[in-house]
């Protein structure tokens, strides 16, 4: 699996995970679990084994850091539901989520989503 870094990343970033582009389809709805609302579908920009970062999201402006969102990620082979917590907006349309309380079996999935991804480039 190859990593692709973003170009702006420094050598002073602080990631504990390499991030991976998005380039083939993959989707994630998103709800709000304070609220139990759903937020819309949006599309990954980059995953990592730690989080994904979200753009093209309508209610992206309206996501705050801190916010704790369900996620369930879409590819065309399988799906993964998972819980993040917003921890930066980069735009008015990305923001990135840390997952959280994964499980040893959602850390696998995740690491096969990833690898599907890049082998289809």
Same mark, same amino acid.
């Given at each position: 699996?190859?990593?692709?870094? =973003? ?6 970033? !602080?990631?504990?995970?390499? !991030? ?17 609302? =759903?937020?819309?579908? *949006? ?6 084994? #730690? *989080? %994904?970062?979200?753009?093209? %999201?309508?209610? #992206? ?8 969102? #369900?996620? +369930?990620? +879409?590819?065309?082979?399988?799906? %993964?539901? +998972?819980? #993040? ?14 997952? !959280? ?17 890049? =082998?289809?480039?």
């Amino acid at each position: 699996m190859t990593t692709s870094e =973003s170009p702006d990343v420094q050598p002073h970033d !602080r990631r504990k995970y390499p !991030r991976y582009y998005v380039f083939s389809r993959l989707m994630v709805a998103i709800e709000d679990e304070t609220l139990r609302e =759903s937020i819309g579908i *949006g599309e990954p920009g980059d995953i990592s084994f #730690g *989080g %994904l970062r979200v753009k093209n %999201l309508p209610a #992206g402006p309206h996501v705050k850091v801190g916010d704790k969102l #369900g996620l +369930l990620l +879409l590819d065309q082979d399988d799906s %993964l539901s +998972l819980r #993040g917590d917003v921890v930066h907006h980069g735009t008015l349309d990305t923001f990135g989520i840390e997952f !959280r309380e994964l499980t040893t079996s959602q850390q696998k999935a995740v690491e096969e989503m990833i690898g599907r991804l890049h =082998s289809r480039l």
